[in-house]
């Protein structure tokens, strides 16, 4: 059998940069869903507590830094990226391995927002949308989830397979947005 | 038109999908009898005034909500997640 190489979902398609802002591809590590067992998200907050340094973010907020992210993803959900689950969540929540079904991206630059404000239905200037806010909404046709983990910087995940309608999309808003300053 | 999802605040209506009748939520029981059945799948109100809608948050958490709103003034309520508690 011929030996497989392995492949990022962006590979070939980044990094890209136009005008100010620039998009790179992220290399999120493992990819968690951990959704608490019913009465539960007080206990597996204190679990993830102990095992990861980050308590179960609240809904619209992500926890922890590059690296080891606690992202909300949903009622009922949250996305741990980064670290391997400790055994012990495992007692308190249904934790489903969804590594490398993402494609993970961090968009930054001045002017981030103005291209997103071309694709996203969400108010994301800094003034409602804060280092730590999440939020899971709609980039052009994509489910998405948008995370600001900079002044200037957010992640941005969407399924693998829209990998390269995501690029696309990200690169027309980036044009635009540059050739209008 | 706006829907404030209970989970994510008010956001556009082109992250929603509407199901319809929020008579979806209660089902009569497998016994209940056919006139029952027959008012639960195929009988619809056509209110002028307050009704209660399904919609899903499709792009958005995923959180299915009951929508109060009104066919009058098309002002829309009250918005709650349809599992009943927030989790
Ligand atoms: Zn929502």
Redesign the pocket.
């Known amino acids: 059998m011929d030996k497989l190489i392995a492949q990022t979902p962006c590979d070939g398609l980044l990094p890209l940069t136009i005008g100010a802002v620039s998009v790179t591809e992220v290399a999120p590590g493992a990819i968690h869903a951990v959704s608490a067992f019913q009465g539960q998200a007080k206990s597996l907050s204190e679990a993830m507590k102990a095992a990861h340094g980050m308590v179960l973010p609240a809904p619209n907020r992500a926890a922890g830094k590059s690296g080891a992210r606690a992202v909300w993803f ?1 009622p009922g959900q949250v996305m741990l990226i980064g670290p391997t689950p400790d055994p012990s969540l495992s007692a308190h929540a249904a934790v489903v391995d969804q590594s490398d079904a993402w494609a993970v991206v961090r968009l930054e630059g001045d002017g981030a927002e103005d291209v997103l404000a071309r694709l996203v239905p969400v108010d994301l200037r800094p003034q409602h949308f804060k280092r730590g806010h999440t939020a ?1 909404t709609l980039l052009f046709h994509m489910n998405a989830s948008i995370t600001r983990v900079g002044e200037k910087a957010f992640q941005i995940m969407v399924f693998r397979s829209m990998a390269k309608s995501l690029v696309h999309d990200l690169k027309r808003a980036m044009e635009g947005v540059a050739a209008r300053r | 038109m706006r829907i404030t ?4 605040g008010e ?1 556009d209506r082109r992250e929603f999908y509407y199901r319809g009748a929020a008579v979806d939520l209660d089902r009569p029981a497998p016994d209940a009898g056919p006139d029952a059945w027959d008012d639960f799948v195929y009988l619809r109100d056509n209110p002028a005034g307050e009704t209660r809608d399904l919609w899903y ?1 499709e792009g ?4 299915w909500i009951v929508v109060t709103r009104n066919t009058l003034t098309h002002e829309i309520s009250a918005t709650e997640p349809a599992s009943g508690g927030k989790r």
């Open positions: 949903g899971r | 999802c209970p989970y994510c956001r948050h958005g958490c995923g959180a």
